[in-house]
């Protein structure tokens, strides 16, 4: 991993994150990742990780009040549009990632809840799945590299936080 992508992947444990470093042409993590999903991992944890094998990294879902919605199989903004309208958000809502086959979108929000991953099968012709992980699940994020060669982008230029 370039110093480069090391430094957009440090914004997200600056902000609050645990980030774990993923598997080379995997979207798996690097390492055991699951005492992160009670506690918040401090620099030295961050830092220890083997960064330079990595290809990307990943956010664990639950800790530290960080959630996603996985929108799997959709290539039509148009119902990323629609579902951010629903949830009251702007089409420009900044923390709308392009994944290697769909979408996420990234909440700041409540630490507790009974939710840990819920898997809805779309009705939407534009859409095969919806997963909402609120816990005990990690995502990848920017700049990480898709197993299909295409990169993790932000839509939009990301904010200080994503939406409580």
């Known amino acids: 991993m370039n110093n480069s992508s090391f430094d957009l992947i440090r914004k997200w444990y600056d902000v609050g994150a645990n980030v774990v470093p993923l598997k080379d042409g995997t979207k798996r993590p690097i390492g055991n990742w699951k005492q992160w999903q009670s506690r918040r991992q401090n620099e030295e944890e961050f830092l220890a990780f083997p960064w330079e094998e990595a290809t990307g990294a ?74 909402l992980r609120w816990a005990g699940s990690y995502t990848a994020i920017p700049p990480s590299m898709h197993p299909s060669g295409d990169h993790y982008t932000f839509l939009n230029e990301p904010g200080p936080r994503p939406a409580e």
């Open 58 to 131: 990943a956010v664990i879902n639950g800790p530290c009040r960080w959630h996603s919605i996985d929108i799997d199989e959709c290539d039509d903004k148009s119902f990323v549009d629609e579902l951010l309208d629903q949830l009251d958000l702007s089409p420009q809502y900044q923390w709308v990632v392009r994944s290697g086959g769909g979408f996420h979108i990234w909440f700041h929000g409540a630490e507790q809840s009974d939710l840990t991953v819920e898997k809805f099968n779309s009705t939407d012709p534009r859409c095969k799945q919806i997963e």
